[in-house]
């Protein structure tokens, strides 16, 4: 992505227009559109605004980062927490580059999109293309069922 993306403030988007995002945004990854929306469905509702915290993410990945310095406790906890559409964890986000001030600024649904893009197309390399296994790294493993229900939502997006 070239540039820093537009942010789009409080302004709430409708489906259609976030489902085009969305598209645009695999597109870009050489990723397939229909699993990328599928994500979005499953991860967030297509809730741009989607939010949630990871404690155990937390304990077990981000504490030790703190506790070596470098970080504020708002960092810390920020990059335990999943956002925006494609619930791109905070940590994960800095890892594939992510550079804004705040990590809140992965609601931006362009920012998210690529950042969760960026996350879902190395899943795919890493899972030599299978798309069930890649999307089991892309959740973390924490739901045993995430695969099987992210394909069947695919077909809404074909």
């Not at 988007?13 to 085009?20: F, R, Y």
């Not at 050489?30 to 939010?51: F, M, R, T």
């Not at 990590?103 to 190395?122: I, N, Q, S, V």
Request: hydrophobic share 40%; charged share 20%.
């Amino acid at each position: 992505m070239s540039g820093r993306p537009h942010f789009h403030g409080s302004r709430h988007m409708e489906q259609s227009d976030l489902i085009a995002m969305a598209r645009a945004a695999a597109g870009h990854h050489n990723l397939d559109p229909s699993l990328v929306c599928a994500v979005c469905e499953q991860e967030s509702g297509w809730n741009q605004w989607a939010i949630r915290y990871e404690p155990g993410f937390l304990s077990r990945y981000v504490m030790p980062l703190y506790q070596r310095g470098g970080m504020t406790v708002t960092e810390a906890y920020t990059r335990a927490m999943s956002w925006g559409l494609m619930q791109i964890l905070g940590e994960v986000a800095r890892e594939f580059e992510f550079a804004g001030a705040s990590l809140a600024e992965l609601c931006d649904p362009a920012t998210g999109l690529e950042y969760g893009c960026r996350k879902l197309a190395d899943c795919l390399t890493r899972a030599k293309g299978d798309e069930a296994a890649a999307l089991q790294q892309y959740n973390g493993g924490s739901n045993v069922n995430y695969a099987s229900q992210v394909l069947a939502r695919k077909v809404r997006y074909l």
